[in-house]
């Protein structure tokens, strides 16, 4: 406030708390009209001794103590006017200006108004002449007399004085006396050089009109017959006989034989020109490596003053993409305008290729989406977290081909007779808005945002336990969720049946949880009643603590690896499980399964601290209270300096995870606890979004907060990215790849401004090499060799100290002085020797020149 000119104004936040407690609540204790309120000064030290750094006036405890008075001033500030809906006069001064305001003086003029005032002269008053200096500039600039004056004496006769005059007409032009011309000459004397001289020119351009006739020949068809010519009978023996047929063939027969090896060999019709080129572009620099911009999507209405939070592809039609989006604002503003949220909340939009303007779907939620996904089994089922820790389920199936006429551009009714007014209202329609089927139990979930939503595959199962199981419904019904509460959830699709309830509560709660008449009947059985089938914690082994996982990453996930045209048709075999709802499907414990072992329960966690670790979703019983606990992670390594926004698998290798957050990235592999295989420096601006490439190994993008995507190719650079390209002006929130065929490749990247920008990949950054593959994972490879190599050595190392240091100790023990007899000596000898040799082998074991020897081998004594 002392940059604005009130130094004694201290704005203030005060809580509902405080306002109770102090009788100065916003717009009942206190209103626009009545803003003041007097405080005691011994009340706010009490609120601070009891109550310490929670209280609100703990910022401005030393204003508070070192003011003079005992009332303070606290002043209701409805319009915001310093920032703060509060404000408290530090000042006895400004406290008594504000409440007793001085009186305005009355005009003299206005107070005796229709009296007439008396004018008195007042004669001015000679006063004494000061000099400023301006008399010398007066002086100079004043013309002064140089030389003496010329004086001239004009007389008359004294006889002419008085005299009478007549006056008389006269021709002037003939009398040169009375007329007198004053032509103008040119002076001999002197002349005065022009030296400058204004001029107009004006450019005309020159025209000139030409024509010429292009002939124009029209395409014809045009066909030709040929036919072999054949030899006679007569002919083809006197050929075939003749002297120079033989000596034609003796010529040519050793090269034909020698052709027809080198066929066997190697194949003639290789191109060497075209694998050469295509050597090249996997590992020397690409001219063509960039992202073209292809459409972007934006909305007014839905997306003003909000930032885009998922992105996701349909999974089966063409040009249709998801996006969710979330309100712009940090989390003490998101506080403050909680009960202006809870009027409307941000749909998921559903947006087309075919149009750009209009969301073509619009899937209403309780609360904003932070992410979402699509089931990998039925794409019409769709899983979001909200920001309030809730599981949303959604049923598109009615709108399936709402979206495919949508890909075409088509539609089902008919608009060929249709006034032309009727198609524009038609066109400016608003997209329907699909209500969600079911919601979880907020009281059971998680108590702060979803961060991030993964479906299990059809493959398997958990139960309570963590165990797995064979899946043989062959339907995605099982998620998995996590969020910043320290707990990561895994729920099921399947019918819930809670014990204990009676058949009375089961059909009020029917009665009251009636759907409404638009909403599927999918997830009737879940909604608002359904709970996580797992709960696993991530609790640190050190400290009491917890992690606060951000992303996660299961190993076993859907990726679509395999490039196939989609353009071509494609025959899918129907499967009777789609059409069993899931309210029948059972649940795992009413029928035996096949165990499965091979699934790995592992899974990597990402931390919003930057923490990297690997944990376990099977639970362990406790031996002492036997209860079900969670296993605790393993192999935690701090790698990001900030929250951690991308882990992800890559789509080639199921054990190298891509790591970003803060202001660098890593790649891992999974089962190597030394640490990453790859960590990039740290860059001037912050990575906000990354995702591996879907048709090239070695390639990744990399966003960041000042709207640059970085392009790294791991076969051409490790140390810096190959290509750096902007596409917006704020932070990128979002990136997503797909393809829809083998020539044509998407990135969907979202911003901050709620604008989703799609791009094409070039095509040198969507085909790989014909050896790209083994060449990514021999790098791989070769790092992992350099981890191990790089332990190993660390370890000679320690073991190298370890002896210096007893060496060291040896020494010291040594006594100063005496006689040692010869055998001691000898003896010491040789038990140096001895360990000296003992030391050898160890170091030659573990580096790997030398065998170990056998354990059960007796030992040395002696």
């Known amino acids: 406030m002392a940059s604005m000119g009130h ?5 203030l936040v005060l809580t509902e708390k405080t306002q109770e407690i102090f009788n100065c609540r916003a717009d009942k204790d206190v209103t626009a009209e009545n803003p003041h309120k007097l405080v005691k000064k011994e009340d706010i030290i009490n609120d601070m001794k009891a109550r310490a750094a929670i209280s609100d006036f703990h910022p401005i405890k030393k204003i508070i103590l070192d003011y003079p008075g005992e009332e303070l001033l606290i002043i209701f500030d409805r319009e915001l006017k310093y920032g703060q809906s509060f404000y408290l006069i530090g000042t006895e001064e400004a406290k008594e200006s504000i409440l007793n305001p001085p009186e305005e003086e009355e005009d003299e003029g206005e ?24 008399e010398k500039e007066i002086e100079e600039e004043s013309f002064k007399e140089s030389r003496k004056m010329i004086k001239y004496m004009i007389s008359r006769l004294h006889k002419e004085f008085g005299a009478r005059i007549k006056f008389h007409n006269r021709n002037a032009t003939t009398d040169k006396q009375g007329y007198v011309e004053c032509t103008s000459y040119q002076d001999k004397n002197f002349s005065i050089r022009q030296l400058e001289k204004h001029l107009a020119i004006q450019v005309v351009p020159e025209e000139r009109e030409t024509g010429t006739q292009t002939k124009w020949t029209y395409p014809r068809n045009a066909t030709t017959q040929y036919h072999p010519r054949l030899f006679s009978d007569e002919e083809r023996d006197k050929y075939l006989l003749s002297e120079e047929l033989k000596n034609f063939t003796l010529d040519v027969a050793l090269r034909t034989e020698v052709a027809l090896q080198q066929n066997e060999i190697m194949n003639a019709f290789y191109d060497d020109w075209k694998a050469l080129a295509e050597d090249e572009t996997g590992f020397v620099g690409k001219a063509d490596v960039y992202l073209k911009e292809f459409q972007s999507f934006t909305d007014l209405h839905f997306l003003k003053d909000r930032t885009v939070s998922c992105i996701c592809w349909h999974p089966t039609i063409y040009g249709i993409i998801a996006v969710a989006v979330t309100e712009r604002l940090s ?5 403050q305008q909680s009960g202006k949220l809870l009027l409307w909340k941000a749909p998921i939009l559903f947006w087309s290729f075919t149009d750009p303007i209009h969301p073509q779907l619009m899937l209403e939620c309780p609360e904003d989406i932070y992410c979402f996904e699509f089931s990998p089994s039925n794409p019409n089922i769709i899983a979001g977290g909200c920001m309030n820790g809730q599981i949303v389920l959604w049923d598109i199936t009615e709108y399936e081909e709402r979206l495919q006429n949508a890909r075409s551009g088509t539609s089902k009714s008919t608009t060929i007779n249709m006034p032309s007014f009727m198609l524009e209202q038609q066109a400016a329609k608003e997209p329907h808005m699909v209500r969600y089927c079911a919601v979880s139990s907020i009281e059971y979930g998680h108590k702060m945002v979803i961060t991030d939503i993964h479906w299990l595959p059809d493959l398997f199962e958990l139960n309570r336990m963590g165990t797995v199981f064979e899946n043989r419904a062959g339907v995605s019904v099982q998620l998995a969720t996590c969020s910043p509460d320290c707990i990561v959830y895994f729920w099921d699709l399947r019918a819930h049946r809670p014990t204990g309830q009676s058949s009375t509560e089961k059909k009020k709660d029917e009665k009251i949880l009636a759907p409404l008449p638009d909403v599927p009947l999918t997830f009737k059985h879940l909604d608002l009643v359904w709970r996580p089938l797992l709960k696993v ?36 075999p129907e499967t009777t499980t789609e059409k069993v709802p ?4 059972q649940p795992t414990s009413m029928k035996p399964l096949k165990l499965l072992e091979n699934i790995t329960s592992s899974f990597f966690v990402g931390t919003e601290d930057g923490e990297i670790l690997c944990s376990d979703w099977k639970m362990e019983r406790d031996g002492d209270s036997g209860r079900l606990l969670s296993q605790k992670p393993s192999n935690v390594h701090i790698i990001h300096d900030g929250l951690v926004h991308t882990v992800q698998r890559s789509p080639f290798f199921k054990d190298i995870i ?10 891992w592999k999974e089962g190597v606890t030394s640490g990453p295989l790859l960590e990039s420096s740290c860059t001037a601006k912050r990575y906000t979004a990354g995702h591996w490439s879907l048709s090239r190994p070695g390639v990744f993008f990399i966003g960041r907060e000042d709207g640059n995507i970085d392009i790294w190719d791991l076969l051409e650079k490790t140390h810096e990215p190959s290509q750096t390209q902007n596409v917006c002006i704020t932070l990128i929130t979002y990136i997503k790849p797909w393809f829809y065929s083998s020539k044509q490749h998407f990135l969907a990247v979202s911003d901050d401004f709620g604008t989703l920008h799609i791009l094409e990949i070039s095509w040198t950054l969507s085909h790989p090499s014909s050896n790209e593959r083994s060449s990514v994972l021999y790098y791989f490879e070769r790092e992992v060799n350099h981890l191990k190599f790089r332990e190993q050595r660390k370890e000679f190392r320690e073991q190298e100290r370890a002896a210096l240091e007893h060496e060291k100790t040896l020494r010291k023990m040594r006594p100063p002085g005496g006689q040692r007899s010869r055998e001691l000596m000898e003896e010491k000898t040789q038990q140096d020797y001895v360990d000296y040799l003992e030391l050898e082998k160890s170091v030659l074991t573990r580096l790997g020149q030398l065998k170990g020897p056998d354990k059960y081998s007796p030992s040395r004594t002696g």
Do not use: M
């Not at 989390?331 to 506080?335: I, L, N, T």
């Not at 899931?582 to 499907?585: D, L």
């Open 582 to 585: 899931y309210s029948e499907i």
């Open 658 to 667: 891509l790591t970003v957050g803060g202001w660098n990235f890593a790649i």
């Open 111 to 134: 107070a005796k108004e229709g009296v007439q005032e008396e004018y008195v002269y007042k004669p001015p008053v000679r006063k004494p002449w000061i000099s400023l200096g301006s």
């Open 7 to 11: 130094p004694e104004i201290f704005p």
């Open 537 to 572: 914690t991530l609790a640190k082994t050190d400290t009491g603590a917890e992690y606060s996982p951000t992303k996660i990453s299961l190993k076993e996930e859907h990726y679509h690896t395999k490039i196939q045209d989609k353009t071509q048709p494609q025959v899918k």
């Open 331 to 335: 989390y003490e503003d998101r506080v």
